[in-house]
């Protein structure tokens, strides 16, 4: 093979892709690999599928591309009312974009230009975790709290206010009230010196995805940020670019919490590996303030096309139909079983943690004092290329300067069975020897 003009991330030479078909990929010698990470957990309906790909030659026959601003379009408008739908009609706006990023972007500024129209330019701060992840883009970066992002863009970057999250591995149990009070209070006395006057919005991924190997909020911890949010005139945007469109087993996790955000960002399976869409869902009042102002002075090129909200369309068609949801909570019952028994035959799995499909699996020294492997062990990298040489992809991270171990993430499409379930956990297990 002749050297690549493409230039990612340092590493080893990577196979070449040759086909796919369900939970299934296969490079150019003939290796096969069970997708345990739905790719970059957007692959949630697996590869190669007929249904989706019938809707998309159906829509490139008719018209693939228009502009947003010069012809209204059928699947965007069906599209957007599915999610609406999806929402039980809690918000009723919707922003297409083409990925997460922009979809966290987007988020970010409606939510500053629904201030700035209603005379509170002072907001001008938001208020996200560490460690959580974004996005990529400036804006969504400026809210990441995960330094080896940031750090080269530490000084140009809008100072976001980033305040610690509840981690019920490190600190306390699962759902502990005292240490959710405690984190609780910590984040009011960080905004209260920031002066709550200046704050735009929350930002939180309801579970936590690759920054943090899945760190669960629980809903006492999200009732306490929706009150702040509430006590101090901000608002809550939750990022569901990874945990929505069905990866927890809800359309969108805030369902199981049953707290409400006043913005959502989507996107990775709503594509679901077929095509780049994404979304932000809007409180009404939020778009309507914004709009009556002169309008949302935001959008991307490829924005809510024919192809992209038909492929989005079919995604949820197939997945209403097939109740896929159900599966979520079926397999992912198996998954958490099997990633516990791992647990407790290696000593060095520290935590076992996540919802329907979306599991994390920290890595530590010891499991008693759950201390970090040191960074330059890269275990993170060797677990991900043992599994990769036994025909398993997962999805990984490094240590966080010690707020959390290596870790990486089991999200497999939401449509797997559960004999690819045991297939998967039997590639795990032996990666791990
Ligand atoms: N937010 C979260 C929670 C994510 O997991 C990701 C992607 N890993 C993003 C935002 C950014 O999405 P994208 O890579 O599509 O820009």
């Keep these: 093979m002749s050297p690549s003009p493409l230039f990612y991330q340092a590493g080893p030479a990577l196979p070449e892709v040759s086909h796919a078909?369900?939970?299934y990929l296969w490079d150019e010698t003939g290796k096969q690999y069970l997708d345990g990470c739905s790719g970059a957990i957007a692959c949630n309906l697996g590869h190669g599928r007929d249904d989706i790909r019938e809707a998309m030659l159906a829509q490139l026959d008719r018209v693939a591309f228009t502009y947003r601003t010069q012809f209204e379009n059928a699947p965007a408008v069906a599209l957007g009312q599915a999610l609406v739908d999806l929402t039980e009609g809690e918000l009723e706006k919707v922003f297409f974009v083409s990925s997460g990023s922009e979809a966290v972007e987007s988020a970010l500024k409606l939510?500053?230009?629904y201030f700035v129209a209603k005379g509170e330019p002072q907001r001008r701060h938001f208020v996200s975790l560490r460690p959580s992840y974004h996005g990529s883009t400036l804006g969504a970066l400026g809210v990441t709290g995960y330094e080896p992002l940031e750090a080269p863009f530490a000084d140009i970057v809008n100072a976001s206010l980033k305040v610690p999250g509840p981690d019920f591995y490190r600190h306390a149990g699962a759902g502990d009230a005292h240490h959710v009070e405690h984190v609780l209070s910590d984040t009011r006395a960080a905004i209260e010196t920031a002066g709550p006057e200046t704050i735009i919005a929350f930002v939180l991924e309801p579970v936590g995805g690759a920054s943090t190997g899945a760190r669960m909020l629980d809903r006492?911890?999200?009732d306490g940020i929706r009150a702040l949010c509430d006590e101090f005139g901000c608002l809550l945007i939750l990022d569901e670019v990874l945990t929505g469109i069905g990866r927890t087993g809800a359309w969108f996790a805030y369902q199981h919490y049953g707290v409400m955000p006043d913005l959502l960002a989507t996107a990775k399976g709503l594509g679901?590996?077929?095509?780049?869409?994404g979304a932000v869902l809007s409180r009404a009042d939020i778009v309507d303030t914004v709009m009556a102002s002169g309008g949302f002075?935001?959008?991307h090129t490829y924005a809510g096309n024919p192809l992209a909200c038909a492929t989005g369309l079919a995604v949820i068609e197939v997945?209403?139909?097939e109740n896929v949801l159900d599966n979520v909570a079926a397999r992912g019952h198996e998954l958490k079983d099997g990633l516990q028994a791992l647990k407790a035959r290696f000593p060095w799995v520290g935590d076992v943690r996540g919802l329907g499909l979306l599991w994390g699996v920290e890595l530590v020294t010891d499991a008693t004092t759950k201390i970090p492997f040191p960074a330059e062990q890269n275990r993170f990298a060797r677990i991900t290329a043992l599994a990769k040489e036994e025909g398993l992809l997962i999805y990984p991270r490094r240590t966080l300067n010690g707020v959390a171990g290596d870790h990486f993430l089991v999200t497999p499409?939401?449509?797997i069975r559960a004999d690819d379930i045991a297939?998967?956990?039997?590639r795990l297990e032996r990666a791990m020897y």
């Design 272 to 277: 679901a590996g077929y095509y780049p869409v």
């Design 111 to 113: 939510a500053r230009q």
């Design 423 to 426: 297939e998967l956990l039997a």
């Design 319 to 321: 997945m209403q139909r």
């Design 21 to 23: 078909k369900g939970v």
């Design 413 to 415: 499409p939401l449509t």
């Design 220 to 222: 006492h911890y999200l």
């Design 297 to 299: 002075q935001h959008g």
